[in-house]
């Protein structure tokens, strides 16, 4: 007999994990913006606008009030909240409930494509978007398959690598120059210079790809999950820990723990994987050496 990690916990982090995810950015639709206007202040967005008999002014607005796009770009925050609650409450019998999960996912994609456009197509800006896109998907398949199904190992696994590959394609600076935020917060946290930090954001960009290969490698998977799992939770509170200050209004608390809650899939998920590799241990190494030489004596008359 073997003690292994219940899959109900299992099933409870990717829970959690897209139920942070669809939080954090229906905090960002509520509060701010979403990132779709790239996508949609477009002439062709107005002249599919105006057949439908919107005029200019009702598209962009007067400046006393918002136009046509802000209404329904904030208007969708209600559905990041709907999906929000579905992560939790989801049964693996419901089908509209596994549809409007996917649907999530689609929202999710749609947003990192907007990201992408706004980045000037530099595509580690969508690569590295992969958990959030993918968390949707990953439960509706621990839901309908299993958390310890093979779909929702490799599912998990393609999340963990997009999400690193991402991040170390950009901490390089090879090919995409390092994002200037990267700099500012290492500088910032760790008190060095930004020659420094960009040095310090090379050898994490190294780390970040051996860690996707890690995890093709039995003897090292828990290992680069663990890695990931640690990473991906410092990469996250890296944003208020570097930008939330007592000078502020809430220290800073509405403007960036949001970037914290989004990017839970970031720790999440390797989180769960560290679990479904965890080796069971024996229960016979767990009892007593009372209970053992019991259970060696037969029953007695």
């Known amino acids: 007999m073997t003690k ?59 400046g006393a009030n918002d136009g046509f796009i802000q209404k329904w770009i904030s208007r969708m925050a209600w559905l990041y909240l709907a999906c929000s609650i579905l992560t939790l409450t989801a049964r693996k019998n419901s089908q509209i ?20 456009v706004g980045a000037h197509r530099q595509i580690p800006m969508f690569v590295e978007h992969g958990g959030q896109m993918l968390i949707p998907l990953i439960l509706v398949f621990a839901l309908t398959l299993g958390v310890r199904h093979r779909a929702t190992l490799v599912t998990s ?15 390089l600076g090879c090919f995409w120059p390092i994002p200037g935020n990267f700099l500012g917060m290492t500088s ?10 960009g040095v310090i954001l090379r050898v994490a960009g190294v780390l970040d790809f051996l860690v996707c290969v ?12 663990f890695y990931a799992l640690v990473w991906g939770f410092l990469t996250a509170i890296a944003r208020p820990v570097a930008g939330m200050s007592t000078d502020l209004n809430y220290w800073g608390a509405d403007q960036y723990l949001h970037e914290v809650v989004l990017r839970a899939p970031h720790f999440m998920i390797p989180l769960y994987l560290l679990l479904f590799w965890h080796k069971s241990k024996p229960e016979e190494a767990l009892a007593s050496p009372a209970d053992l030489q019991k259970s060696s004596v037969g029953p007695q008359i």
């Open 4 to 62: 292994s990690i219940p899959d109900k916990l299992l099933l409870l982090l990717l829970r959690l994990g897209g139920f942070f995810c669809f939080a954090g950015w229906a905090w960002v639709h509520f509060y701010w913006e979403g990132p779709y206007g790239i996508l949609l202040w477009q002439d062709s967005t107005f002249a599919l606008a105006e057949w439908f008999g919107i005029s200019w002014n009702e598209f962009v607005g007067s």
């Open 97 to 116: 409930q596994m549809a409007a999960l996917l649907g999530g996912s689609g929202l999710l994609t749609i947003l990192a494509y907007a990201k992408y």
């Open 157 to 171: 696994m393609l999340a963990v690598i997009m999400i690193f590959a991402g991040h170390g394609a950009y901490a």
């Open 188 to 197: 910032i946290i760790l008190h060095v210079d930004s020659g420094t930090a």
């Open 214 to 225: 890690g995890l093709f490698i039995p003897a090292l998977r828990r290992a680069s999950a």
